[in-house]
């Protein structure tokens, strides 16, 4: 089986991170996407605004009847910093069988060799890099010296573009604390649930 990892704070999902998964999942011919929240991004200063429980039942909410996604506790339950390497190695204890491929965005590339082990990284799981938009060719420049070029030109095979969709968590919690409507960013059920549960609100 080929299984994806998307990983994020997801702090909402909303369908931009729902099409470039689907996109990956076709372009890549993945099995599996599993979606990753993070305990605590080592990369990010400050933390999710909603609770660990929330953004798991958000993602839940999001990817409910598609056969394809999953919502994987590991980095919640595992309630540190949330380091890759260390989400993969656990991966492949119960994938053993399995390839993995880590879905990551090419500004992520350019940061890839200050992350925690990323030799090991790119031995147990595959790279797929989504570039920005407008960003050009992705530059794998940073891998050198990390692995191999085959292993690079593997890599190279794994570019997946994705249509440009102007959404982000931060601008869905600005919208949401401003009173304005997140109606067709994120789907309706995580938009109710954001309202329900009075998520993104800054207390008075």
Known sequence: MRIGIFGGS???????????ADRCREVVGLDKILFVPCAVQPHKLG????????????????????????????EIDRG???????????????HFNDELFLILGDDSLESFPSWKDPKEICELANLVVVPRVGSGD???????????????????????????IEISSTE??????DKMSIRYLTPRPVEKYIETQKIYLKKD
């Open 10 to 20: 997801f702090d909402p999902i909303h369908f931009g991170h729902l099409i470039l």
């Open 47 to 74: 933390g999710p605004q909603a609770k660990k429980r929330q953004r798991l039942e958000m993602i839940e909410f999001a990817i409910s009847g598609n056969t394809s996604f999953e919502l994987s506790r590991i």
């Open 80 to 94: 540190e910093t949330s380091y890759t390497i260390d989400t993969i190695r656990e991966m492949k204890q119960v």
């Open 138 to 164: 992705v530059e794998f420049e940073p891998l050198k010296g990390l692995v191999s070029d085959d292993r690079i030109q593997q890599f190279e095979s794994h570019v997946v573009s994705s249509p440009k």
């Open 172 to 177: 869905i919690r600005k919208r949401v604390n």
